[in-house]
């Protein structure tokens, strides 16, 4: 196949005409683009032709998307182990753009694409923040790694009225920033605009916006609420990442859509067969227009589920429900129980009562962690060991926790903030999963209702 017949979709498709698609018409066309792409992959893409010839499948083996589950799943370390190899043969590498993203253990890693298949990966974002009412003219302000800022084009594109804030800026600069740019809609990094939200709060003010669009990171209850207090509107959170663009984003009624347009997203076990439409499991997505770079049942390290629900809101792609978290976010006890990331975040924005400013929990081993924290200025030190003995409870007794605290958390190289941050080998954690056990341990049922969460 040459590259002449490769389509992608206009911004008018994007923006207008998909969204309000028949259900059933987006699927046929998928599954067209799909047969397409694995053809293409298969003759021009020595990664997928080795993998698949070793796990004897072919296209041939795949009429529909329900056979998908055949082939097997790449990750992103599989990805950038294979280099030239992941890219198609035939593509003038002239035409080919660097994107930064995150390893799994945190380093920066970059990968390269054609930049009009780029460019259809950013109008995702950008279309999410149209559905919800972000327009060219207003006053938008991205929270951004400083590598995203370069990029030209993103989000709101360059005639638009944006701005950028940085992670690394101070509280202080980036609110100032806010104020004097008069910003309406404010997107970017969920741990970023968090703490920015709760230094909002902190300081007895609020920040009222328009549309506040995090993103990057799961959005946790302590989170949205913090960040619905200090912006005085509904975050719209949107599940993406860097090489596929948006996955799923919430709507104006709050349900997240997948963007199935663009890719085919699976929810599976461990072995890469689906699980049930409701039932939780690991992510794996497929995008159908990225041919100089296939992503073939690309396993993501999320937690989530696809939802049997519908939405009214005039979109009409289907649902799934919010991700729960990282795989490695879910930290596994010596006793064999897994920690949901929602416990950590209930116990450690505070500990033992007191507030704090930023922390992060590192777990070296099942049954060795380390709790960073900034103290907030009227921070109890006398607190600290209670808190840190909720945490032995929990993980068990003969868990060690030091608790260190620091000037500030440091960032992930890729100028992202994470709190918690595993150092397992997340293979090696079998029979383990958030799909395995019961992901809700450490969530007890009151903790579950007060935020609301139905992780099931
Ligand atoms: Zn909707």
Redesign the pocket.
Known sequence: MSMHEHTYPSLIDLLFRSPRKDPTRIASESQRQLRSLLAHAYENVPLYRDLWRRAGVTPDDISSIADLHKLPMVDKEAIVAAGDDALDKTVDRSTLDEMSTSGTSGRAITMRRQIREMRVVRRSYLRSLFLNGARPWHHSVTMASTWLSKKKGLFIGKVAKTKHIFPKDSIDQQIRTLHEFKARNLMGQTGGLYLLAREILRRGETFPLKLLAPTGATLMPQMRQAMREAFQTEPRDLYGAVELGAISW??????Y?VDVDRMIVEVVDTDGNPVPRGQTGQVVCTTLHGYSLPLIRYRLRDVASLSTET?????R?P?MNGVQGRINDFLPTPSGELISPHYLYHIFDQVGGSPVKEWRIIQHAPDRLTYEYVPEDNFKASALEGGMNVIRERFGAGVSVQAVKVDSVPMTPNGKRTCIVSELDPDSIVGMRPWDVDAQAGMSDALAEKYDVALK
């Open positions: 919430q709507c104006k009624r709050g349900n859509h939405c009214e809101c005039g979109v792609f649902l």
